[in-house]
């Protein structure tokens, strides 16, 4: 058997000659910038609980999942929720043509499990592992092998075969069933109709009992009790979008109750996904967020926070291609400050550059986190270790502003230097750590990148308590 010390040696090896034969490119700079720039965890979380959703994932091409509906392009709109495969066809468009990731639901099961039957019988359709907590749970299993995760959900049978076997599941969690996601994915300059992707991304839509339900919550603190955890992960509550209030409201306060035990000490982060509706996204933020000492989401999450509570750039209507860093550092600077409670820290991440805004004082090693989680995201997504520069692209300005509101921040804009691509501020009493993404020419896969970006800024975050 090879010893991992070889196995190591073999690898910087490797990374050694590709970034000397490649050296005078920027996406070699940032490389070796983030070999400078990035150090090792200053924690190890021994017990790390994952919860509540989690699913199977069967991942297609979602224009040729269409073609086999015999649903023709049209127009790209939003819904909600999906009640028609015109309405399929349309919010799929929507985000083909923004290239952005959004996810939805369902309400006819029946139609669903046709569209599923459907799925399964295209050649190259895939069965992975789905639902952020479990997809979490086994990226914190990769990462931190040395570590014991448990995960808390809806684990089916074919889900759990699927599963890393160093995760946990208690068998209050297994049931015979899985509950099926359907990923639509597309590549970059795939076209639909008239429009041509500019990026790789997917359109993700379900029919879900257990997740839709959060069924998984009612075991939630009985498990937590017994497990006794050093860091938590929530996900799952934006699949109570589409419910009444007087049905998701119970829940939500069924999971915060889960968490408030738990010593002071053990920070709990929230994993968010895409919400279509803008007046629960409002209730669940002031209900929940504030419970929560991190979160982490990606730009349509956080616009979409700030609409519906008609903060910065609310009004303004989204385009396509990488968003504002000013922009999204005010976004995150105003979020902080408008929840308060317990939420200290919120990882922001895009396809281009990531940031995390944390409270001042109340995180250590997040430049580090921010530096490994931009890191992973073109590895995974090339499928990828170490990293080939010449497999990726370095999409991030080459000036930019701190600030859109902030008078100083906006009057002193950045000079961005690949040698030293994590940038670090202060507005405030809010920290910020910006790092690039080396986004991957050509994506083998997309989904779970956000969250094995999260669970690498986890892990690779200390939270202090004070």
Same mark, same amino acid.
């Given at each position: 058997?090879?010893?991992?010390?070889?196995?190591? @040696?073999?690898?910087?090896?490797?990374?050694?000659?590709? %970034?000397?034969?490649?050296?005078?490119?920027?996406?070699?700079?940032?490389?070796?910038g983030w070999r400078n720039q990035v150090g090792s965890p200053v924690k190890q979380y021994?017990?790390?609980?994952?919860?509540?959703?989690?699913?199977?994932?069967?991942?297609?091409?979602?224009?040729?999942?269409?073609?086999?509906?015999?649903?023709?392009? #049209?127009? @790209?709109?939003?819904?909600?929720?999906?009640?028609?495969?015109?309405?399929?066809?349309?919010?799929?468009?929507?985000?083909?043509?923004?290239?952005?990731?959004?996810?939805?639901?369902?309400?006819? +099961?029946?139609?669903?499990?046709?569209?599923?039957?459907?799925?399964?019988?295209?050649?190259?359709?895939?069965?992975?592992?789905?639902?952020?907590?479990?997809? =979490?749970?086994?990226? =914190?299993?990769? /990462?931190?092998?040395?570590?014991?995760?448990?995960?808390?959900?809806?684990?089916?049978?074919?889900?759990?075969?699927?599963?890393?076997?160093?995760?946990?599941?208690?068998?209050?969690?297994?049931?015979?069933?899985?509950?099926?996601?359907?990923?639509?994915?597309?590549?970059?300059?795939?076209?639909?109709?008239?429009?041509?992707?500019?990026?790789?991304?997917?359109?993700?839509?379900?029919?879900?009992?257990?997740? #839709?339900?959060?069924?998984?919550?009612?075991?939630?603190?009985?498990?937590?009790?017994?497990?006794?955890?050093?860091?938590?992960?929530?996900?799952?509550?934006?699949?109570?979008?589409? &419910?009444?209030?007087?049905?998701?409201?119970?829940?939500?306060?069924?999971? /915060?109750?889960?968490?408030?035990?738990?010593?002071?000490? &053990?920070?709990?982060?929230?994993?968010?996904?895409?919400?279509?509706?803008?007046? $629960?996204?409002?209730?669940?933020?002031?209900?929940?967020?504030?419970? $929560?000492?991190?979160? #982490?989401?990606?730009?349509?999450?956080?616009? +979409?926070?700030?609409?519906?509570?008609?903060?910065?750039?609310?009004?303004?209507?989204?385009?396509?291609?990488?968003?504002?860093?000013?922009?999204m550092a005010d976004v995150l600077h105003w979020m902080l400050n408008f929840y308060g409670?317990?939420?200290?820290?919120?990882?922001?991440?895009?396809?281009?550059?990531?940031?995390?805004?944390?409270?001042?004082?109340?995180?250590?090693?997040?430049?580090?986190?921010?530096?490994?989680?931009?890191?992973?995201?073109?590895?995974?997504?090339?499928? =990828?270790?170490?990293?080939?520069?010449?497999?990726?692209?370095? =999409?991030?300005?080459? @000036?930019?502003?701190?600030?859109?509101?902030?008078?100083?921040?906006?009057?002193e804009p950045i000079v961005f230097d690949p040698n030293s691509p994590i940038t670090v501020?202060?507005?405030?009493? /809010?920290?910020?750590?910006?790092?690039?993404?080396?986004?991957?020419?050509?994506?083998?896969?997309?989904?779970?990148?956000?969250?094995? /970006?999260?669970?690498?800024?986890? %892990?690779?975050?200390?939270?202090?308590?004070?």
């Open positions: 058997m090879v010893s991992n010390t070889l196995l190591l @040696a073999a690898a910087c090896a490797v990374a050694g000659y590709l %970034l000397s034969a490649l050296g005078t490119t920027n996406e070699a700079k940032v490389v070796r021994d017990r790390i609980a994952v919860g509540l959703n989690a699913n199977l994932d069967l991942i297609v091409y979602g224009t040729q999942l269409l073609k086999k509906l015999n649903v023709a392009p #049209g127009q @790209a709109k939003d819904h909600t929720v999906l009640d028609s495969t015109n309405d399929l066809q349309e919010s799929f468009a929507l985000s083909h043509s923004q290239c952005s990731a959004a996810e939805r639901t369902m309400s006819s +099961a029946s139609l669903y499990k046709e569209i599923v039957s459907a799925a399964d019988s295209l050649d190259n359709k895939k069965y992975f592992v789905g639902g952020n907590a479990a997809l =979490m749970s086994l990226a =914190m299993a990769e /990462i931190s092998p040395s570590s014991k995760v448990m995960l808390v959900g809806a684990v089916g049978t074919r889900l759990y075969s699927l599963l890393n076997s160093t995760v946990h599941v208690p068998e209050s969690s297994r049931q015979e069933d899985d509950e099926v996601h359907l990923i639509l994915e597309y590549s970059r300059d795939e076209k639909w109709g008239e429009n041509v992707a500019s990026c790789a991304n997917r359109f993700i839509f379900s029919h879900d009992v257990a997740n #839709g339900q959060l069924t998984p919550a009612d075991n939630f603190a009985a498990s937590l009790s017994s497990f006794d955890p050093q860091l938590v992960v929530v996900s799952g509550l934006h699949l109570l979008d589409n &419910t009444e209030e007087s049905f998701w409201l119970p829940r939500v306060q069924k999971v /915060i109750s889960a968490i408030a035990p738990l010593p002071a000490s &053990t920070p709990v982060h929230l994993e968010l996904a895409s919400i279509g509706n803008l007046d $629960f996204l409002a209730k669940l933020g002031k209900k929940a967020f504030s419970s $929560f000492q991190s979160i #982490g989401l990606n730009e349509q999450e956080l616009m +979409a926070i700030s609409k519906a509570n008609k903060g910065p750039f609310h009004d303004e209507e989204p385009v396509a291609g990488p968003p504002e860093a000013a922009a409670g317990k939420l200290s820290r919120v990882h922001f991440h895009s396809l281009t550059f990531h940031i995390i805004a944390q409270v001042t004082g109340q995180w250590n090693n997040s430049q580090t986190a921010v530096g490994a989680a931009a890191h992973i995201a073109g590895q995974k997504a090339c499928q =990828m270790n170490p990293t080939d520069p010449a497999k990726v692209k370095l =999409m991030f300005p080459k @000036a930019f502003l701190r600030s859109v509101v902030d008078p100083k921040l906006r009057r501020w202060q507005r405030e009493n /809010i920290s910020f750590y910006l790092s690039p993404v080396l986004v991957c020419r050509r994506p083998v896969k997309t989904v779970g990148l956000g969250d094995a /970006i999260s669970a690498t800024g986890l %892990l690779n975050s200390h939270y202090i308590f004070k």
